[in-house]
């Protein structure tokens, strides 16, 4: 009697777009939002840039956007100095990240939205967009903006590719990345390759809505603010989607597109990279004919 074998499915794998294993010139990222995730992530992204430079790559040209400025409340949760205050938040951490590195990445003091991309088209051209916010609404335009300018871009330079978005509560947080469109993705005996990763408001719009708090007004303390989000949630966050963003880099596939994270119980939950579901709708029924008497 012969033995049956049962063929496992193979792994799932996004393939990164080729481009951005070997560019010509440096990736541009948006990063959206200088807060308390967005400041950790900017620093993350400097020391991403300067060992890509190390390697021969040509590394990343960032462009931070916040129309926000240093308030009080955010000095120590924030990677901010009370030499900042009153400054534009955008402002103070490029200038002192391109001290530092020696780089020469960009402030917007704009919010990222259409309004201001109408008036400024050419910001919207980015390869990655990262999104620091805090609202659902901003996560929103964000997607429909990138979604508009992927239909639009054709073969640019620049055209949008990627979008990861980082989101957390007080003890609680996610990164996921999505593909802005389809990458496409060669053909693999070993695994099975995925050309597109759905985006968190279309996946999670429901959960996001339902998540999102009601009280909106600013922290007036650093002591009324650890009352909404730990001290250390945000660095979590931003150190390890920044490592999901050195993966992506150097090893050119991702198993994973993102996770999710709780500090109060110290666990760490993988999101792996998935087929989409095909949806099968029902055949309709077909109309009888009826005899002729």
């Known amino acids: 009697m012969k033995k049956i074998k049962i063929r496992q499915p193979l792994a799932a794998v996004h393939i990164v777009d080729k481009e951005w294993l070997n560019p010509y010139n440096p990736i541009v990222v948006n990063l959206i939002g200088a807060g308390g995730t967005g400041s950790q992530v900017l620093t993350a992204l400097a020391r991403m840039n300067h060992a890509l430079n190390e ?27 009370t030499a900042e205050l009153k400054q534009y938040k955008s402002v103070a951490l490029i200038n ?11 402030a917007v003091t704009t919010r990222y939205d259409k309004a201001c991309l109408k008036e400024q088209p050419e910001l919207a051209q980015a390869g990655l967009t990262i999104s620091c916010v805090d609202t659902v609404q901003a996560r929103l335009e964000i ?12 073969y640019s ?10 989101g957390n509560s007080r003890f609680t947080g996610q990164v996921i990345l999505s ?21 968190v408001t279309d996946e999670f719009k ?17 002591a009324e603010a650890l009352t909404k989000q730990d001290l250390f949630i945000n660095s979590t966050l931003a150190n ?13 596939m991702l198993f994973n597109r993102g996770f999710f994270v709780n500090l109060k119980d110290f666990r760490m939950q993988p ?12 055949m309709k029924p077909k109309p009888t004919k009826k005899k002729a008497a």
């Open 271 to 282: 999101l792996k990279v998935s087929k989409p579901i095909a949806i099968v709708k029902p």
């Open 240 to 252: 390890a989607g920044a490592s999901l963003l050195w993966q992506l880099f150097r090893e050119g």
């Open 96 to 106: 002192r990240v391109n001290l530092f590195f020696g780089t020469n990445w960009k």
């Open 55 to 81: 390697l021969n790559h040509p590394g990343l040209f960032v462009r931070l956007f916040d129309d926000d400025k240093v308030e009080r409340a955010n000095l120590g949760r924030q990677l901010f100095a």
């Open 206 to 222: 429901e959960l996001l809505l339902a998540s999102e708090g009601s009280d909106k007004t600013p922290s007036c303390s650093l």
């Open 157 to 166: 330079r620049n055209k949008a590719m990627y979008y990861m978005d980082f």
């Open 179 to 199: 593909t802005v469109g389809k990458i496409p993705q060669p053909q693999m005996k070993k695994y099975d390759t995925v050309e597109t990763l759905p985006m």
């Open 143 to 154: 997607a429909d903006i990138l979604k508009n300018q992927s239909k639009h871009s054709g």
